[in-house]
């Protein structure tokens, strides 16, 4: 963050040259600024570079108001909140002004008096852009009041008038005046409240209790919503859908690396997660979202994968924690954590009405095919048959959430090819303790699942055979 400017008046302000934007030229210029320097203006935003962020950008640039319709979990919030990095890091606002009003344009007429009052000696304080963003979840109990504002009867008990605007104690969209207001779930806001938008977002005057105040809002309204063919709870009133100018569709990561891109990047991991579990927990989140046994109307979001990704890493420290381990290099997750992921994440899955009952067997099937990607991928033109033999018949392998890497890696088979273990690491980039145990694991899984070797378990655990 940068210094904070140290002009304090009005009449420095002036002598220092500033000129005064509106927000929507603010942005516009900002945004054009920053993509013909060749910087990225949407940090940590993946997988909308060809179609969403366009669109936004266009939208932008025309100064349209925007609505974000999508799936739950597809970075819509994310989304809106990046927006603030489009607007100048300080501002100059009038001191004391409820509204935040631009010391050379002034919109109330208390301002203005007090410009007349204290001309160039008037004191002027500096909001930083984060200050400019005000986030709302649109809920049904939300009132008028709330949003645009009301009477306030202490001020009216003082001896104002009704009609005085100093009598108004001003809601959420005003006191965002010069910043980004957005609405999180919008159809959830009732439709009376809706309503009271129409007049912000066309004309930008504030209607309350029958008395108009022209004020000239300057606000830029966004917001998001999921599609109005799964939200049952309401939907946005046709003017107001009129009023956005930009209406623009979200979707899920297309591409496999965006997807292990957002989990990582979101994810607060407790231990570490290999590349290849990551792989795993999106290929398993893209599995269901192609399923006939999910609703799909209702989404599988990305925080899916992310609290995946957070349980299987919680699982790994576990381990390492109740079996007193202290190597660093123990803590690292491997496959037997992943059905820890799996008990737990059920719950945010809207599973087909006919699948009650089903629900375990489609998640650990959907988890057998994404393993099976994920394994042939890895272990492509690598001959695995000295692992094979040397499970002889009588030979097994327990693994299991409670078995330790280096107990795991002291249990394993010797081998016609002793250097196969090693090949198997290097696949992964495994160099820890933690890190070739669930390597090998892996190998072993994708054996089973080949049919090339069996498993049994329970309590927990896993015997290969």
Do not use: C
Not at 35 to 53: E, N, Q
Not at 223 to 244: C, H, Q, V, W
Not at 360 to 377: F, K, N, Q
């Amino acid at each position: 963050m940068s210094e904070k400017p140290d002009v304090q008046t009005l009449g420095e302000l002036r002598a220092a040259g500033y000129t005064s934007r509106t927000l929507r030229v603010e942005m516009r210029d900002n945004l054009l600024a920053e993509l013909a320097a060749g910087r990225d203006p949407w940090p940590g935003m993946h997988g909308f570079d060809t179609t969403v962020i366009p669109q936004v950008e266009r939208a932008i640039i025309a100064g349209h108001d925007i609505v974000l319709l999508g799936e739950r979990g597809q970075g819509k919030t994310r989304l809106l909140r990046t927006l603030v990095g489009l607007l100048d890091e300080w501002s100059p606002v009038v001191a004391g002004s409820e509204l935040g009003e631009d010391p050379l344009v002034p919109i109330t007429t208390a301002t203005r008096e007090r410009i007349e009052r204290e001309g160039d000696t008037l004191p002027i304080e500096w909001r930083h852009r984060s200050e400019r963003y005000v986030e709302k979840l649109s809920t049904p109990d939300t009132s008028v009041a709330d949003m645009i504002g009301d009477v306030d009867p202490m001020r009216v008990a003082e001896g104002r008038r009704l009609g005085d605007p100093e009598t108004i104690h001003y809601g959420l969209v005003p006191r965002a005046n010069r910043g980004i207001v957005a609405l999180n779930e919008l159809p959830d806001l009732a439709e009376r409240i809706q309503v009271a938008l129409l007049n912000v977002m066309e004309e930008r005057d504030v209607q309350i209790r029958g008395y108009v105040l022209r004020l000239p809002l300057d606000v830029l309204v966004v917001a998001s919503a999921n599609p109005e063919d799964y939200t049952n709870r309401g939907r946005i009133i046709t003017p107001l859908k009129d009023r956005f100018g930009a209406e623009i569709r979200t979707h899920y990561p297309l591409d496999l690396s965006d997807e292990i891109e957002v989990v990582r990047q979101e994810a607060d991991l407790t231990a570490e997660v290999p590349d290849a579990l990551m792989e795993l927990l999106a290929r398993f989140t893209r599995e269901l979202r192609t399923s006939d046994s999910v609703n799909q109307a209702s989404g599988v979001s990305a925080r899916f994968a992310i609290a995946g990704a957070e349980t299987v890493a919680a699982a790994a420290r576990r381990r390492a924690a109740v079996r007193g381990t202290d190597d660093p290099g123990e803590a690292v997750a491997r496959l037997v954590d992943v059905d820890a992921a799996v008990d737990v994440l059920r719950g945010k899955i809207e599973f087909e009405p006919g699948e009650e009952g089903r629900e375990p067997e489609i998640l650990r099937y959907l988890l057998r095919s994404a393993t099976v990607d994920v394994v042939r991928d890895l272990f492509r033109g690598l001959d695995l048959a000295p692992l094979v033999e040397a499970f002889d018949g009588s030979v097994t392998l327990t693994t299991g959430a409670s078995v330790t890497a280096a107990e795991f890696l002291g249990a394993l088979p010797e081998l016609s090819d002793p250097g196969l273990y090693d090949r198997i690491s290097e696949r992964q980039g495994a160099t820890t303790v933690g890190q070739r145990a669930g390597a090998i694991e892996l190998a072993l899984e994708g054996l089973f699942l080949s049919r090339r070797l069996s498993k049994e378990t329970g309590d927990g655990a896993a015997v290969y055979g």
